[in-house]
């Protein structure tokens, strides 16, 4: 059984439908892709698995549990992380701060008054390693909204990883980032790969089909072929529907 | 002794032993300063008020426009037990405090999910219906002209009672009130609860998608805020030896709102105490020399909304434009969209 | 039961008076977001100037007031019923001129702004006309009492409930027949979107608190000849206007119209029956509805909301 | 209460050792200079407590116009015991909270000898609660709720307005005759109405009237249609009304749109002046009390309108009303009686006051009147009055119909509801 699973998934807003029957599983210690292009509902897949939107049918099973229709803390909790496309941060804090109220240990210790935060050295250790680890070493006392767009970016990804996920789920990480900080990026995505479960929403296609071990097409709210990148890339249907339009 | 200091370094900053040291000496200088000392009780009294309105203002991001409802219930739950069942300080304060937590935590229910101005309608519009309610359940709460007669019990420590009749000895009291209230609430929006409450107010997707159950923090803060409120309710009907109806309204929930952001509540701990001062100040230095001092307040008001939005705290640290205080001068590229 | 009918009848009118208070304030809180404490400050304002150009001071104007107080009164109430409303819209407009430096930071301070603008026109009006109460002369045509069933109404109660009336035809066809409520009714508060469509956006700002203080200013000319004309009496409407909003649903046109409607035969039957509990019934009515349906009788999810 | 004597003293006396200290006092921008000399020459500084905004601002307006008349005319008489009378007045807001904060302000920051002036009842019993703490002498000129002489009365208070009970006394037992049977209450749903409509009913029913109905109207009340539907459904001979403030404003505009006034009779409690001046005739209607009217055929009145139009050039109310001359009789009375004590201590004055007998003559009203010594209210003459229908003077607006003599109209269940504090369990000081 695959760690992550959604079957039939319906969503409509109003008279129009959005999602259609979708199918996807994400296989633990890989790097799944999920492409697909503007406006073919990538985005509110997304939405519907972390629990942002509850499905109109379907059902979401992640380690074998049904996870659907739980409120996003909920999702989170159980160990699903997300990067949002359009980055949410806490921007007034730090870096650093950012990192540690998403660690579990502090998130655990949520509804306690009156001990200080900044005082708690183990934490900020880790939250310390996390900011090393997305390349931010150093920018601990910056304010998150001071940080350049690039170091936002990696800032986005940081906060999913201090929550310690089982699964990493990033939304269209590379966007609005230039070549060279793209490439950047496909490195730390690349050295996360590792360690973590991921799941990538791309349309930069040659971003995923470098990085990615399998890969999911949405269009028009419904899955229309999946593989290893190799296997897509010999797929007719995905040629034509959208290769040839991105590249 | 370096043990010792280090315990009270990490309750206690210097700003709060300054601060509270201007007001330990107040009653010395507020005569000679042409003042008098029953307002330097109210001014102690709506601090705390103040200070624990802006929990939920400055730090939580909620704009509760009802906030005098909880206020006033704390001040009737003081009278109606010293009158009702018997006479006691502490055991009153603390029933005032657990009936308006009681109310603010059923009023949170229905508002937890809600933020922005939708968060502020409601609160308006339960304000006014508990606003209602204290006028017209006359037979509970002496209606408009109030519940009148409300001792002043005797603090009861050991085996000594201290009065609490004059305004300096009452004073006094609250103030220390007011110093427990600054240490905890200090030490709280430190806590990792105080800093999900800011993270929650800063973006509360993001909050929600890192793990933090955001209702039920809104729901702790403002309970929380509304059993303060109802702490400074119960000394407040003690200062007044009445509890009215009129701390309740629209108008006087407003004015809560307007002193907490005049004195800068977004940009830091202290906003509220400042503004809380200025506007008693104003008040008297206004309203003695004009009838339509109102007018000339609400304009002041209004000018500083639009020209100095981050308050009188802002603007010190603007002053000051020292790097730790570089937040605020960022805070409000932080728009609504 | 035939003792009931009156009652309901008159919940009705009281009930369009009250959709006519919300109106306004509906309008603004829409499309702007933004609670408009200044609405009860703006009806007052609506009322004095109608009552300073039905019977101006003669004091200050002279022997032009003194010619103008000759000509027939209905002339007077006339021009008033028309140009007072836009010389609140003027000054609503002023207000939101100021307002504009509060867009883009925090939506408390464009609440706390209207706070501030209320105190500020209350106390003005207090300074310009006095603390005293004061009347706003209505025709004869339209006062004096009918009689029905062998109950007297008043006339100007049924002449007030048309008026409601026609101000909520209006805005609906403003809402409904213009671009501008088009744009208003597809959520304007998602203001990229208004962009993306080619609005000036500020001009649309400056359009509707013009016209949400207009209408302020409007219901404050229909309801000072039933309620009385001081100062203070815009907290009289300040405060329904909320409760209808938040029963009918923030953004919604019926919401309002039926929100009103409801308080307005709520307040209407228990006025009769159990008249301690009149003023009391709205605010039941509201927490009933709001716990069943948290976002009002016809709200719907608005972009800021969580 | 002994311990808070002590206070004052020694607060007092702090101030003063300061100043002797020869340490720097900085007075402020807002402090109140007096001259501190020989205490013969120090002014006597009066506190004056009436609102200046809410709801009843008007009337406090016309209230401070008439304390500020009354001390004018001892100051051109060279004073009080040889000392000018100073006043400085504070906004109480009709706020009650404001009434305490204001009072306490007045007592121990301008050390006020007296402190004069409400019209809300709340207001008057937030400061006479503080007033009483300090032991300061309060006059309540104008607020008529019967709570203020009974249940809420204090030693250092005295009330100077006719109350509900009296103005319902007065009035009941003729309209029966005059008019029927048959009543209805519309009472206001708060103390005052409550106590008031008590009054009417239990009279009513002692007259051998029968009340078919009551109806509470809520404060805020604005539209009162469906209300008066009911009481047309009910058709009573007289509707007895207690209700106050701007829902009594705004239930007269509907009654008279209705021309309900004429399709039966109504009895109001009382019209205040300030409440009624400037507003068409229409709009009054029924029968309703006052103490005093500026066209009673006395001698003194005539003179009292001319120097309060000579006093006041420039107020939009020509002539004086209730208010005014609550506000005028009540400061005269309390100089008056300082000069008699020949000191102002105000337990002195506590009991020169509570001796107060006053002629008809010097009252301007048909009857002698007295200070109830057991209630500390003004036993005074009352007036029924009506719409004065068909007159050309814009200014003559009531048409006096009785009077009624104090004994008549006492509200006799005052004496037993208040329990005031003794003398001696009040401060006493002279300042």
């Not at chain 2, 000496?25 to 307002?39: A, C, K, R, S």
């Not at chain 3, 022997?63 to 103008?68: D, K, L, Q």
Request: aromatic fraction near 10%.
């Amino acid at each position: 059984m695959a760690l992550f699973e959604a079957h039939g998934i319906h969503k409509r807003f109003g008279h129009q439908v959005v999602l259609e029957q979708i199918n996807l599983s994400f296989e633990s210690n890989q790097l799944s892709g999920v492409i697909g292009p503007n406006g073919a509902g990538k985005t509110t897949c997304f939405n519907v698995l972390t629990g942002r939107f509850k499905p109109d049918r379907g059902q979401v099973l992640f380690d074998g549990e049904d996870i659907t229709g739980l409120a996003p803390n909920g999702i989170a909790r159980r160990g699903i992380s997300r990067s949002f496309q359009i980055m949410s941060l806490f921007d007034e804090y730090s870096a650093l701060e950012n990192l540690l109220i998403a660690l579990p240990e502090v998130r655990k210790r949520g509804f306690s008054m009156m001990r200080r935060l900044d005082a708690d050295s183990e934490a900020a250790d880790r939250a310390s390693c996390v900011l090393a680890r997305v390349g931010l070493a150093g920018s601990e006392h910056r304010r998150a909204g001071d940080l350049a767009y690039g170091e936002r970016r990696s800032l986005e990804i940081g906060v999913a990883l201090a929550a310690e996920p089982r699964l990493l789920l990033l939304d269209e990480p590379t966007s609005g980032l230039g070549a060279d900080a793209t490439a950047r990026l496909a490195e730390l995505v690349r050295s996360l790969k590792s360690d973590y479960s991921i799941v990538v929403i791309e349309h930069d296609m040659r971003f995923l089909f470098d990085l990615a071990d399998t890969i999911s097409v949405i269009h028009w709210g419904q899955v229309i072929a999946s593989g290893t990148p190799e296997a897509l890339r010999e797929n007719k249907w995905v040629r034509r529907s959208m290769l040839g339009r991105v590249e | 002794m370096d043990a010792l200091q280090a315990i009270v370094g990490r309750w206690v900053s210097r700003e709060m032993l300054l601060f509270l040291l201007v007001l330990v000496t107040l009653p010395i200088w507020i005569e000679p300063f042409g003042l008098y000392q029953y307002l330097g009780v109210e001014i102690v009294i709506w601090m705390i008020y103040g200070f624990g309105f802006n929990l939920l203002l400055g730090y939580s991001g909620l704009p509760s426009f009802g906030h005098g409802a909880f206020f006033g219930i704390g001040a009737y739950a003081f009278g109606l037990f010293q009158v009702q069942i018997f006479e006691n300080l502490l055991l009153g304060i603390m029933g005032a405090v657990a009936a308006s937590f009681v109310a603010g935590a059923i009023v949170a229910c229905f508002l937890s999910h809600r933020r922005g101005i939708y968060f502020a309608l409601m609160t308006i519009a339960f304000g006014q219906v508990f606003w209602f309610i204290a006028i017209k359940w006359h037979a509970l709460t002496g209606g408009e002209d109030g519940l009148l007669n409300i001792p002043r019990p005797a603090l009861e420590v050991a085996v000594t009672s201290v009065g609490l009749g004059s305004n300096v000895a009452l004073f006094y009291f609250a103030l220390s009130v007011l110093a427990v209230v600054i240490v905890v609430l200090w030490r709280l929006v430190h806590s990792p609860f105080g800093k999900v409450l800011q993270a929650i107010r800063q973006n509360e997707t993001r909050a929600r998608f890192v793990g933090y159950n955001v209702w039920l923090f809104k729901w702790a803060a403002f309970s929380l805020s509304a059993a303060i409120a109802g702490l400074a309710g119960s000394l407040f009907s003690m200062a007044q030896q009445s509890a009215y109806p009129d701390v309740m309204s629209l108008h006087a929930s407003g004015i809560i709102v307007m002193m907490t952001l005049i004195g800068g509540g977004f940009v830091s701990f202290w906003g509220p105490a400042i503004g809380v001062a200025v506007y008693f100040l104003a008040r008297d230095v206004l309203g003695t020399m004009t009838e339509t001092w109102l007018l000339w307040f609400g304009l002041l008001f209004v000018l500083v909304v639009l020209f100095k939005p981050e308050g009188i705290a802002g603007a010190w640290q603007q002053y000051v434009g020292t790097g730790s205080h570089r937040r605020v001068a960022s805070l409000f590229r932080l728009g609504r969209k | 039961m035939s003792q009931i009918i009156p009652h309901i009848l008159n919940g009705l009118s009281l009930g369009l008076l009250f959709a006519l208070i919300a109106l306004g304030f509906m309008l603004i809180v829409g499309v702007m977001e933004l609670i408009n404490l200044a609405h009860g400050s703006l009806f007052a304002l609506g009322a004095y100037f109608a009552m300073m150009i039905i019977s101006p001071n003669l004091v200050w104007t002279g022997a032009v007031g003194e010619f103008w107080q000759a000509v027939p009164l209905s002339l007077r109430y006339g021009l008033a019923i028309l140009v007072a409303p836009v010389m609140v819209a003027v000054v609503g407009m002023g207000l939101e001129f100021c307002m504009r430096r509060t867009y883009g930071k925090k939506a408390e301070y464009g609440l706390l702004m209207t706070f501030g603008a209320a105190l500020v026109i209350e106390e003005a009006i207090r300074l310009v006309w006095g603390p005293s109460e004061q009347y706003l002369q209505v025709p004869q045509a339209i006062s004096g009492a009918v009689l029905f069933a062998g109950l007297i109404y008043s006339k100007y109660k049924l002449f007030a409930a048309l008026f409601a009336a026609g101000a909520i035809v209006l805005v609906w066809f403003f809402l409904e027949r213009t671009p501008y409520g088009a744009i208003i009714k597809a959520g304007a508060h998602d203001s990229e979107m208004v962009r993306a469509l080619g609005i000036n956006l500020s001009r649309l700002r400056l359009l509707v608190f013009g016209l949400g203080a207009g209408l302020a200013g409007f219901a404050g000319i229909v309801l000072t000849p039933i309620w009385g004309l001081r100062p203070h009496v815009g907290i009289d409407a300040v405060i329904p206007a909320f409760l209808i909003i938040v029963l009918g649903g923030v953004g919604s046109f019926w919401g309002a119209v039926a929100g009103g409607i409801l308080v307005g035969l709520a307040v209407g039957i228990t006025g009769a029956y159990a008249s301690e509990w009149s003023l009391l019934s709205m605010y039941l009515l509201l927490i009933a509805v709001v716990s069943v349906r948290a976002r009002g009788l016809l709200g719907k999810k608005s972009a800021l909301e969580a | 209460m002994a311990e808070l004597k002590l206070t004052r003293r020694s607060m007092l006396k702090k101030t003063g050792l300061a100043t002797a200290a020869g340490t720097v006092t900085f007075m402020g921008p807002w402090y109140y200079n007096r001259v501190y000399a020989a205490a013969s020459d120090k002014p006597i500084l009066i506190g004056l407590t009436s609102d200046a905004s809410g709801q009843y601002a008007n009337s406090g307006a016309s209230d401070r116009r008439g304390m500020l008349m009354a001390i004018a005319e001892f100051n051109e008489r060279g004073g009080v015991l040889g000392r000018m009378v100073e006043t400085i007045h504070i906004d109480t807001e009709t706020t009650p909270a404001t009434g305490s904060r204001a009072a306490e302000r007045l007592i121990t920051r301008n050390e006020c000898a007296f402190l004069i002036g409400a019209v809300s009842s709340g207001v008057a019993n937030a400061i006479s609660q503080v007033a009483q703490k300090y032991g300061t002498i309060y006059l309540n000129t104008n607020s008529s709720s019967p709570t203020e002489s009974g249940k809420n009365c204090h030693r250092v208070k005295f009330v100077w307005d006719g109350n509900g009970k009296n103005f319902a006394q007065a009035a009941v037992k003729n309209a029966i005759s005059s008019y029927g049977t048959k009543w209805m209450l519309m009472t206001n749903d708060y103390v005052w109405g409550h106590n008031t409509s008590a009054a009417t009913r239990q009279l009513v029913e002692q007259f051998g009237g029968e009340i078919i109905d009551e109806i509470l109207v809520p404060q805020g009340t604005r539209d009162f249609s469906s209300m008066l539907l009911k009481v047309q459904q009910a058709a009573p001979q007289v509707v007895a009304a207690a209700v106050g403030g701007d829902d009594q404003k705004a239930m007269r505009q509907q009654v008279s749109q209705l021309g309900l006034g004429e399709k039966m009779a109504w009895i109001n409690n009382q019209q205040d002046w300030p409440d009624v001046y400037g507003l068409p005739i229409e709009n009054l209607f029924g029968v309703f009390g006052t103490t005093w009217y500026w066209k009673l055929d006395l001698p003194g009145v005539a003179e009292f309108v001319q120097r309060y139009q000579a006093a006041y050039p420039d107020t939009r109310m020509r002539v004086p009303g209730n208010v005014f001359y609550n506000g005028y009789m009540a400061t005269k009375e309390l100089l008056s009686a300082v000069e008699r004590a020949g000191s102002t201590n105000n337990h002195k004055v506590i009991r020169e006051l509570e001796g107060l007998k006053v002629s008809a003559h010097d009252r301007m009203q048909h009857h002698d009147a007295y200070m109830n010594p057991a209630t500390h209210q003004m036993q005074q003459t009352v007036y029924l009055a009506t719409a004065n229908q068909g007159t050309e003077d814009q200014d003559d607006l009531f048409r006096i119909l009785s009077q009624s003599d104090p004994e008549e109209i006492r509200d006799a269940g005052a004496d037993a509801a208040c329990m005031m504090e003794s003398l001696d369990d009040t401060p006493t000081f002279e300042m």
